[in-house]
T-cell receptor, first 114, second 113 residues
Framework: AQSVTQLGSHVSVSEGALVLLRCNYS??????LFWYVQYPNQGLQLLLK??????LVKGINGFEAEFKKSETSFHLTKPSAHMSDAAEYFC????????????FGKGTKLSVKP | SQTIHQWPATLVQPVGSPLSLECTVE??????LYWYRQAAGRGLQLLFY??????ISSEVPQNLSASRPQDRQFILSSKKLLLSDSGFYLC????????????FGPGTRLTVL
């Protein structure tokens, strides 16, 4: 069965510092992987997705993620944090079924200090 | 382009009252539809999904139900709300089939008193 683990429920960085949010997955089939961002009292917005093309995936707002099969990881990074990046981030993996269900991690809340 | 709507945006209901939340999608046909709940500090919980009109699958046994009366309409209901039903309810859609991203609506904040 597919599963997702996000290490660290809270991450705090200074403005301008590197952002690294960790995601490890377990999948019995070639995975489709996703990162979403959620701002307070809003729905989730897709940041980027991996669908077996390039292993380094670029998304919106300067974020990118690298798929590493050997490490079963899909960590999210951004070179320089901005105050507007403060939000909750969710990693998700497709469950491999035709219903399109996604398995979500528990989320990581990112704080950005001035 | 595709858009997804949810209403109401916020709702305060007494325990034991009924519930109806509505979700509609525009700009696509035969989407997969999903209802999620976010309780405080508990991440996303998939409640129901639907791959077609009248086809509903439940992920978690509870006092909620879902219906899909039209291709792009998804309704979440309850006959009698419990305190534990409070939370942020999100509707999402994806293209039919598997392995695709889901697109989320703006959500409904439900408080049961």
């Amino acid at each position: 069965a597919q599963s997702v683990t996000q290490l660290g429920s809270h991450v705090s960085v200074s403005e301008g510092a590197l952002v690294l949010l960790r995601c490890n997955y377990s999948s019995s089939v070639p995975p489709y992987l996703f990162w979403y961002v959620q701002y307070p009292n809003q729905g989730l917005q897709l940041l980027l997705k991996y669908t077996s093309a390039a292993t380094l995936v670029k998304g919106i707002n300067g974020f990118e993620a690298e798929f590493k099969k050997s490490e079963t990881s899909f960590h999210l990074t951004k070179p320089s944090a901005h105050m507007s990046d403060a939000a909750e981030y969710f990693c998700a993996v497709s469950d491999g079924g035709s219903q399109g269900n996604l398995i979500f991690g528990k989320g990581t809340k990112l704080s950005v200090k001035p | 382009s595709q858009t997804i709507h949810q209403w109401p945006a916020t709702l305060v209901q007494p325990v034991g009252s009924p519930l109806s939340l509505e979700c509609t999608v525009e700009g696509t046909s035969n989407p997969n539809l999903y209802w999620y709940r976010q309780a405080a500090g508990r991440g996303l919980q998939l409640l129901f999904y639907s791959v077609g009109i009248g086809q509903i699958s439940s992920e978690v046994p509870q006092n909620l139900s879902a219906s899909r009366p039209q291709d792009r309409q998804f309704i979440l209901s309850s006959k009698k709300l419990l305190l534990s039903d409070s939370g942020f309810y999100l509707c999402a859609w994806s293209v039919e089939g598997g392995g695709h991203e889901q697109f989320f609506g703006p959500g409904t904040r439900l408080t049961v008193l």
